[in-house]
Structures are given as structure tokens and as C-alpha cells.
């Protein structure tokens, strides 16, 4: 089966700044046609759970407190590229929004919850090295259509 990597959120582990997580019924069920690969570049970066939250502002990364953290994305957004390269993986689903693994539509950094155009650090990265990046919203390419109602925004 392909390999596909995917946000460890979604698919119901721990990870996020607020110690939860955000599983995901249609991303779970592409395990029915794909070998699914839990990432978290937070973490891989060496961020705590739980921990401050973060958003992209330009090209830094800063947390709502100030603290620069651009370091552990990049960290993270290699990792993601490493792994993805070591096991022949072309396509992730990555969870919206997140100032990693977004894709299309993120925070703009003022942290008043305003969504501006845009990527997370992983998922930039990953794309610009030909990587296919989907959301969990976006999931009726990988699953034929089974489940193309993807999640609610969570
Ligand atoms: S960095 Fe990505 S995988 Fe990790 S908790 Fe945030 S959205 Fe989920």
C-alpha cells in the first residue's frame, strides 16, 4: 500500500498545544487503502505537550508570550521532509490551519483568531519538494469520494 504521511492530531494522538488531540473518522479510514504515517513537527522539534500556542509571522514562528520558536518548526518541517524521503512518501494529509501543518489557510499571527492565505512551515516545505499536501477537508482525491464530507473544523 501507499505510504501516506499524516498529522499524528488526526488521527487521535496527543499532540497538540492544548495536550489533545482532533481524530478524524475519514482520515482514519484511509487506512483501509493506505499505510498511514503519524508526524508531529512540534514535537519532533522538541516542543512540549501541552505548550503555548504558536503563529507564523512572515517567516518566524513566535508564541502568543513572544518566544521565538522558528528553530523548532524548522526542525520539525525537516524531519517531516526526511521521513517522507527515507520512506518514498508524495503525499500527506496535514490538519488546517496549523502554523505547521496548514495548507491553503492559516493564523495570521496576531493571534485574534483572523485566518489569512497561506502555509504552515511543514507543509510549505513539503510542498515546494513536490509533496502533495491535502487537508483534512480536502480528502475526496485519496478516498475516491467515500468520505468527501472530510471533518468539521475542529
Ligand atoms: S504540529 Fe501538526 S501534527 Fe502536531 S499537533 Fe499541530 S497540527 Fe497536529
Known amino acids: ?5 499524516v498529522s499524528a492530531c488526526l488521527l487521535g494522538l496527543s ?30 522539534g522538541g516542543l512540549p505537550t501541552p505548550r503555548t500556542p ?5 517567516k518566524k514562528v513566535v508564541m502568543k508570550d513572544g518566544r521565538d520558536v522558528t528553530e523548532n518548526y524548522n526542525e520539525g518541517a525537516e524531519g517531516a521532509l ?19 501543518c496548514g495548507s491553503g489557510l492559516i493564523y495570521d499571527g496576531s493571534f485574534s483568531g483572523t485566518l489569512v492565505k ?22 475526496s482525491e485519496l478516498d475516491g469520494g ?7 473544523d475542529n
Open 15 to 44: 499532540t497538540r498545544y492544548d495536550g489533545k488531540s482532533v481524530p478524524c473518522d475519514a482520515v482514519i479510514k484511509l487506512s483501509d487503502r493506505y499505510t498511514l504515517i503519524p508526524y508531529c513537527p512540534e514535537i519532533y
Open 146 to 152: 467515500d468520505n468527501n464530507e472530510g471533518c468539521i
Open 1 to 5: 500500500m501507499e505510504k501516506i504521511l
Open 118 to 139: 497561506g502555509a504552515g512551515v511543514t507543509a510549505e516545505l513539503l510542498l515546494s519538494s513536490g509533496i502533495e499536501v491535502f487537508s483534512e477537508d480536502g480528502l
Open 54 to 58: 504558536s503563529e507564523r509571522v512572515g
Open 82 to 100: 526526511e521521513l517522507c524521503r527515507m520512506l518514498g512518501i508524495r503525499r500527506a494529509v496535514l490538519k488546517s490551519k496549523s502554523p505547521s
